[in-house]
């Protein structure tokens, strides 16, 4: 009979060959989970700046606007 381990992760059996596998599955998995966050960390980060940005852009765009129309008045 093949030696069988429990992983202290997942609480599944496997056996001993198979640890090697299992172990670096699991931190695949661990690791593909934290980019997954840091990449929607950074998005968010990059829609704030450029909504920021697009504001100050509308503001300005509004006030020339303004301005042109009382050089015409």
Known sequence: MKQQIKCIHCKKWFP??????????????????EEEKKSKERQKEIEKKFNSKLEK????????QEEEAKKKS
């Open 16 to 33: 001993v060959e198979e640890s090697l596998k299992h172990e670096h599955e699991e931190i695949r998995k661990r690791f593909q989970a």
């Open 57 to 64: 852009l509308r503001k300005e765009n509004e006030k020339k």
